[in-house]
């Protein structure tokens, strides 16, 4: 059973910035973050869950959603499990519940189909607002 753990979230003003962590754990002996895609989604109130970045097995390739293409960058540590999503410029579009989501030994993550990951976060609320 595999856990994820999103941190980093918070309020902040629009052009802001924040760093969300998701640290993954659980994975059976000699399994590490190398052989899991991990996708970042988010959900606003009252709306469907949109997926914002993903990363592949092998690091690459990645993908982004085009509202956060150029402001949003994913990247992970090997060494401490750990998938980070730098966003930067924030707007009030922003706004809503960050869920991390793991896939075993995906090639290529996708952003489509949230039904694609097995394992999920609790989330983590990011606030953008004046």
């Known amino acids: 059973q595999l856990q994820l753990v999103e941190s980093g979230g918070g309020l902040v003003q629009p052009g802001g910035s924040l760093r969300l962590s998701c640290v993954v754990s659980?994975?059976?002996?000699?399994?590490?973050?190398?052989?899991?895609?991990i996708a970042w989604f988010r959900q606003a109130p009252g709306q469907a869950r949109e997926g914002v970045s993903c990363?592949?097995?092998?690091?690459?390739?990645?993908d982004y959603a085009d509202s956060v293409k150029d402001r949003f960058t994913i990247s992970r540590d090997i060494v401490h499990n750990t998938v980070y999503l730098e966003m930067n410029n924030l707007k009030p579009d922003d706004t809503g519940v960050y869920s991390c989501?793991?896939?075993?030994?995906?090639?290529?993550?996708?952003?489509?189909?949230?039904?694609?990951?097995?394992?999920w976060g609790q989330g983590t609320q990011v606030s953008v607002s004046s």
């Open positions: 990363i592949s097995t092998r690091g690459l390739p990645t």
């Open positions: 659980g994975a059976a002996s000699g399994a590490t973050l190398d052989t899991w895609a």
């Open positions: 989501a793991a896939v075993w030994t995906a090639v290529t993550c996708t952003l489509i189909a949230p039904t694609f990951y097995e394992y």
